[in-house]
């Protein structure tokens, strides 16, 4: 069974970082591409990019070129993601999920880590 | 960017009921639709993948189907807990775009 568990909820101030992780098992991480999606509140899902865990090719959407970058840790098949220069409109849910390389779908998710962005 | 456009936005149904949800896409993306279900405060579940099949363990009253220009998830009777949002996602190419989401609440 595919289990993806996250960090906890965080706090920053406008300008600063935050890294989540994303925990799994050493099969998902052979298996799936990682990728992370947002939610910001009330609002719709959001691709952000995705990695490959184990050659760590990583995929950005435009919009966050330059602020995020996507890790992995393959002794504790954990992925990272981390934001940079962050202000208000970053705060959300932000989702790890696993996507199949062949159909592209994201077939398993991660609980969700709020992130806050308030002075 | 593929621009993925849901209608309607919002939905009342009562239990029981079929309801159709459909998302098209501004250019072709072969079958490359899916659907997902989202509860409050809950993560998205995926239902449907390449446009029409079915995820494993999903009720078999949801399906996908496609026609030329639009893509449809069809519930064909409406149980209590499918009261949800759902979203539809083309990966046909990245930036992986989702529409707009579709509010389904009880009548």
């Known amino acids: 069974q595919v289990q993806l568990v996250q960090s906890g909820a965080e706090v920053k101030k406008p300008g600063s970082s935050v890294k989540v992780s994303c925990k799994t098992s050493?099969?998902?991480?052979?298996?799936?591409?990682i990728s992370w999606v947002r939610q910001a509140p009330g609002q719709g899902l959001e691709w952000m990019g995705g990695?490959?865990?184990?050659?760590?090719?990583?995929n950005y959407a435009q919009t966050f070129q330059g602020r995020l970058t996507m890790t992995t840790d393959e002794s504790t098949t954990t992925a990272y993601m981390e934001l940079t220069s962050l202000r208000s409109e970053d705060t959300a849910v932000y989702y790890c999920?696993?996507?199949?390389?062949?159909?592209?779908?994201?077939?398993?998710w991660g609980q969700g880590t709020l992130v806050t962005v308030s002075s | 960017d593929i621009q993925m456009t849901q209608s309607p936005s919002s939905l009342s149904a009562s239990v029981g009921e079929r309801v159709t949800i459909t998302c098209r896409a501004s250019?072709?993306?072969?079958?490359?639709l899916n659907w997902y279900q989202q509860k409050p405060g809950k993560a998205p579940k995926l239902l449907i993948y390449?446009?029409?099949n079915l995820q494993s363990r999903v009720p078999s009253r949801f399906s996908g189907s496609e026609s030329p220009t639009d893509f449809t998830l069809t519930i064909s009777s409406l149980q209590p807990e499918d009261f949800a949002t759902y979203y539809c996602?083309?990966?046909?190419?990245?930036?992986?775009?989702f529409g707009q989401g579709t509010k389904l609440e009880i009548k």
């Open positions: 990695i490959l865990p184990l050659i760590k090719t990583t």
């Open positions: 250019q072709s993306i072969n079958s490359y």
């Open positions: 390449g446009a029409s």
């Open positions: 999920a696993t996507r199949t390389t062949a159909g592209g779908y994201f077939d398993h």
């Open positions: 996602q083309q990966s046909y190419t990245t930036p992986y775009t």
């Open positions: 050493r099969d998902t991480f052979s298996v799936y591409a």
